[in-house]
């Protein structure tokens, strides 16, 4: 004999757990009724019940650091926040240094005017500097109130201090490259100097 | 938990990247989890789970806080699967199921270097039957039987993942369920 699909669409309610009481009642005597649906009804359980059986995977080891890894890289003020918060001793030791040693904030307004560090294959056209085409320039470069254009190699770590940098497809830099645009990022540039000098364990923090 | 994870969630807005870790520890398993049994090989599922966190990251300012992250998060990594599997090509898809059987490579391997008691040999072969024939379900049906059965979650909110009516996902159940029944049932 051939059922109604109404039983099996009141077998899929139980299976759901959305079935009526009264449906249930007439699911259930006619389960006991006839042995195709029977059957059919035990087979969906032991089905779910196979499939739910299926051991749980567990992601790959290091799944989270290689996630952390390929994030884009986070704003340089948070980095700096978390250092502070990190090494608290050492951020209040610089501080102190740098509020004592060198006037900051005077420097910084004072120092408007356009400079450059000196080597002598960086083309000066006005405010601008030029890392030319096919040129190395070794050592650091400080660029403080200009622009900067890397078509070249540098061969040391960039600073731009209150400027911007242009980095050409064929531009090099084999150091780091920092800019330094706020009176902020400015103290923070100075506490890192003398954090460097202070304790060599300055490799969080920053990026 | 919720609470938890809206906290570190505001913590990753404000900018600090460290907090995303602890999200990616909490859902890693669910979500690979959901990529495997989805396209059925760990190399695809890790790839899949990878880039699911990662758009979770990127757009997270998108979220939208009223909401369970736990559904925004398998919303973007089904759709990922869901994109993946139509890509496949029939070539590509038919690797995908000789890959996706990598379990029975470990059965083999189990098999030939330590004696495991009967009862273990079993359940592998059965694990891989039911793998095998989640992944011969059609897309439509694979992820709602995936999300329900193995992922546990409610109809509600496979229907909020989904962005299809409550109806819509209840039919795709009763289908993939009398599918998988029917394959199933001598096993
Ligand atoms: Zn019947």
């Given at each position: 004999?051939?059922?109604?699909?109404?039983?099996?669409?009141?077998?899929?309610?139980?299976?759901?757990?959305?079935?009526?009481?009264?449906?249930?009642?007439?699911?259930?005597?006619?389960?006991?009724?006839?042995?195709?649906?029977?059957?059919?009804?035990?087979?969906?359980?032991?089905?779910?019940?196979?499939?739910?059986?299926?051991?749980?995977?567990?992601?790959?080891?290091?799944?989270?650091a290689?996630?952390?890894?390929?994030?884009?890289?986070?704003?340089?003020?948070?980095?700096?926040?978390r250092?502070?918060?990190n090494?608290?001793?050492?951020?209040?030791?610089?501080?102190?240094?740098?509020?004592?040693?060198?006037?900051?904030?005077?420097?910084?307004?004072?120092?408007?005017?356009?400079?450059?560090?000196?080597?002598?294959?960086?083309?000066?056209?006005?405010?601008?500097?030029?890392?030319?085409?096919?040129?190395?320039?070794?050592?650091?470069?400080?660029?403080?109130?200009?622009?900067?254009?890397?078509?070249?190699?540098?061969?040391?770590?960039?600073?731009?201090?209150?400027?911007?940098?242009?980095?050409?497809?064929?531009?090099h830099?084999?150091?780091?490259?920092?800019?330094?645009?706020?009176?902020?990022?400015?103290?923070?540039?100075?506490?890192?100097?003398?954090?460097?000098?202070?304790?060599?364990?300055?490799?969080?923090?920053?990026? | 938990?919720?609470?938890?994870?809206?906290?570190?969630?505001?913590?990753?807005?404000?900018?600090?990247?460290?907090?995303?870790?602890?999200?990616?520890?909490?859902?890693?398993?669910?979500?690979?989890?959901?990529g495997?049994?989805?396209?059925?090989n760990?190399?695809?599922?890790?790839?899949?789970?990878?880039?699911?966190?990662?758009?979770?990251?990127?757009?997270?300012?998108?979220?939208?806080?009223?909401?369970?992250?736990?559904?925004?998060?398998?919303?973007?990594?089904t759709?990922?699967?869901?994109?993946r599997i139509?890509?496949?090509?029939?070539?590509?898809?038919?690797?995908?199921?000789?890959?996706?059987?990598?379990?029975l490579?470990?059965?083999?391997?189990?098999?030939?270097?330590?004696?495991?008691?009967?009862?273990?040999?079993?359940?592998?072969?059965?694990?891989?039957?039911?793998?095998?024939?989640?992944?011969?379900?059609p897309?439509?049906?694979?992820?709602?039987?995936?999300?329900?059965?193995?992922?546990?979650?409610?109809?509600?909110e496979?229907?909020?993942?989904?962005?299809?009516?409550l109806?819509?996902?209840?039919?795709?159940i009763?289908?993939g369920?009398?599918?998988?029944?029917?394959?199933?049932?001598?096993?």
């Open positions: 004999m051939k059922c109604d699909e109404e039983i099996v669409e009141l077998m899929h309610e139980y299976l759901d757990d959305e079935i009526e009481p009264q449906n249930e009642m007439i699911l259930r005597d006619h389960l006991k009724s006839c042995k195709e649906c029977e059957t059919i009804f035990n087979e969906f359980k032991k089905t779910i019940a196979v499939v739910k059986g299926t051991s749980r995977m567990q992601s790959p080891p290091n799944f989270t290689k996630v952390m890894a390929s994030l884009p890289k986070e704003r340089k003020k948070v980095g700096m926040q250092w502070l918060r090494h608290p001793l050492i951020a209040a030791a610089s501080l102190f240094l740098v509020l004592m040693t060198g006037s900051v904030f005077s420097t910084w307004n004072q120092e408007r005017e356009f400079s450059v560090s000196k080597q002598e294959n960086l083309v000066i056209q006005n405010d601008t500097v030029i890392v030319p085409e096919g040129e190395v320039v070794k050592g650091d470069v400080v660029v403080r109130n200009g622009v900067l254009k890397i078509e070249g190699e540098v061969q040391g770590d960039v600073t731009i201090i209150n400027g911007e940098k242009y980095l050409a497809s064929a531009g830099v084999t150091g780091q490259i920092e800019e330094v645009n706020e009176v902020f990022d400015w103290i923070w540039y100075h506490m890192k100097r003398i954090a460097f000098e202070v304790v060599d364990i300055f490799n969080e923090g920053e990026e | 938990m919720e609470a938890l994870i809206k906290k570190r969630i505001k913590q990753v807005i404000k900018g600090d990247q460290d907090a995303f870790a602890e999200i990616v520890e909490i859902y890693s398993n669910g979500i690979y989890q959901l495997f049994r989805m396209l059925g760990r190399h695809e599922a890790e790839d899949i789970a990878q880039e699911a966190f990662i758009r979770a990251y990127v757009n997270i300012k998108s979220f939208n806080q009223d909401l369970k992250f736990s559904t925004w998060l398998y919303r973007i990594a759709n990922l699967c869901i994109d139509r890509k496949k090509k029939p070539d590509y898809y038919l690797d995908a199921e000789v890959s996706g059987t990598d379990g490579t470990m059965y083999s391997q189990l098999a030939s270097n330590s004696p495991l008691p009967e009862k273990e040999l079993e359940s592998l072969e059965l694990q891989e039957s039911v793998q095998k024939e989640i992944l011969k379900l897309e439509k049906y694979r992820s709602v039987i995936v999300l329900k059965y193995i992922e546990e979650l409610s109809l509600n496979i229907s909020e993942i989904l962005d299809l009516p109806g819509t996902v209840k039919t795709r009763h289908r369920r009398e599918a998988l029944r029917q394959q199933l049932r001598y096993v």
